[in-house]
C-alpha cells in the first residue's frame, strides 16, 4: 500500500491541525494504523494509533489532545490535533500494518509508511 501524509503546517501555541493520510493500492480498513513523529535530533517515536475494531492507543504525551481516526469510505486515518505544544514540533509520519501488533508503538513493526509531513509549533 502506498501512503500519502498531508495536513501539516505553522502554527502557534495551542493551535491545532488535522493532519491526513490516504492510502492507494489496497484497502486500509483492517489495518492497523499509526501516527508517529520525528523532532530533530530525536527517535522516531509513536504517536497513536489505531486497531481494527477501533480500539485506540495514545502516547502518554498527546493523551486529551490529540485523536487518531479513519475513514473506510475514503481510505484514509487523520490525525486530529489540539492544544498543540512546542515539543509536538516534529515531521509525522503515518504507517500502516495488516495485523495489529502488541509492539505497536516500535517503529520496526511497520513496512508501509508516508513521507512525513512537517509540524512546526511557535510562540
Do not use: H
Amino acid at each position: 500500500v502506498q501512503l500519502q501524509a498531508s495536513g501539516g503546517g505553522s502554527v502557534q501555541l495551542g493551535g491545532s491541525l488535522r493532519l491526513s493520510c490516504t492510502g492507494s493500492g489496497r484497502t486500509l480498513s483492517t489495518d492497523a494504523l499509526v501516527w508517529f513523529r520525528q523532532a530533530p535530533g530525536k527517535e522516531r517515536e509513536f504517536v497513536a494509533g489505531l486497531r481494527p475494531g477501533s480500539s485506540k492507543y495514545y502516547a502518554d504525551s498527546v493523551k486529551g489532545r490529540f485523536t487518531i481516526s479513519r475513514d473506510n469510505a475514503k481510505n484514509a486515518m487523520y490525525l486530529q490535533m489540539n492544544n498543540l505544544k512546542s515539543e509536538d514540533t516534529a515531521v509525522y509520519y503515518c504507517a500502516a500494518r495488516v495485523r495489529w501488533t502488541v509492539a505497536y508503538y516500535d517503529y520496526n513493526q511497520y513496512e508501509n509508511w508516508g513521507q512525513g509531513t512537517q509540524v512546526t509549533v511557535s510562540s
